[in-house]
């Protein structure tokens, strides 16, 4: 298998391609894992260890040259119950599907210094609203994790923007449930952050297919006017963002206590 640090794919003999996922001890200089090699200097917000997709993350561990001992494990969510209180954990790759339990997530929407707020179009390989252009970035806090640090981590792996010069909790109590035409569903507590940046984009294509800057009042007005097609958590987001201000950056920051329970600042 060859790993490329720049696509952040590795590809076996036979040409087939998986996503690169990060080792624990990232950064390192390399690492292998059960008949995975990384052969290459790991980069600045790349992954570091390749993995079967189809296969759980347990059991793949390695060593890294560094000495260290590597390993990735199953990514997890939050599930929630209806007054937003932690009742278990679910495998990230299985709790999207017809029935989708209630669960722990976010989006955040980022700022430059012109007004304009980043978009990005999620990969054409994910399960949930492959393709569909949507806000910055959103994930789910791992467990013990607190959200503005989920929300870091996920610009930094999905977007390669580590300088994010602030995080600022903006709405809550947002929660949607959305159904695909192939019914799988999404069902979230999903609160919602601002944030701003200094830099360029590096997408990683195993998430982010691309990406566009665009002047917020102008994608307001497309968003409610029904021109552009939008992610459905982000159309209803778009709608009670406009309602504190037309300028992102005088919205007022949120109460944190009016978060769901589970959620952790």
């Known amino acids: 298998m060859t790993p490329d640090t720049d696509t952040g794919f590795a590809v076996t003999p036979t040409g087939r391609t998986y996503p690169l996922q990060r080792c624990r001890n990232y950064p390192c200089t390399a690492s292998t894992a059960t008949g995975v090699t990384e052969v290459s200097p790991c980069r600045p917000n790349r992954m ?6 189809r296969q759980p993350f347990e059991g793949l561990t390695g060593t890294t040259r560094c000495g260290k001992v590597s390993g990735v494990t199953t990514e997890q969510v939050l599930l929630l119950d209806e ?8 495998d990230k790759a299985e709790v999207h599907h017809a029935d989708t339990p209630l669960h722990l997530a976010f989006s ?12 990005s179009r999620r990969a054409l ?19 013990d994790e607190k959200m503005s640090d989920s929300v ?37 507590m999903c609160p919602v952050f601002r944030g701003k940046v200094v830099g360029t984009p590096t997408p990683n294509p195993a998430e982010v297919d691309s990406t566009e800057w665009v002047n917020w009042p102008d994608f307001v007005e497309s968003v409610l006017n029904g021109t552009r097609d939008i992610s459905p958590w982000c159309r209803l987001q778009v709608q009670e963002l406009n309602n504190l201000g037309p300028d992102p950056m005088t919205w007022p920051v949120a109460d944190a206590t009016t978060l769901p329970p589970a959620a952790k600042l």
């Open 108 to 119: 955040s929407y980022l700022f430059d210094d012109q007004g304009r707020t980043l978009l």
């Open 48 to 53: 570091a260890v390749a993995q079967d997709p």
């Open 83 to 90: 007054a937003g209180n932690q009742i278990g954990l679910a």
């Open 152 to 188: 870091l981590r996920r610009l930094t792996d999905e977007l390669g923007l580590p300088e994010v010069k602030q995080v600022d909790l903006i709405l809550p109590e947002f929660r949607y449930r959305a159904e695909m035409p192939n019914g799988i569903v999404e069902n979230e």
């Open 125 to 143: 390989h994910k399960k949930t609203w492959p393709g569909i252009w949507t806000n910055t970035a959103c994930g789910h806090p791992a467990p």
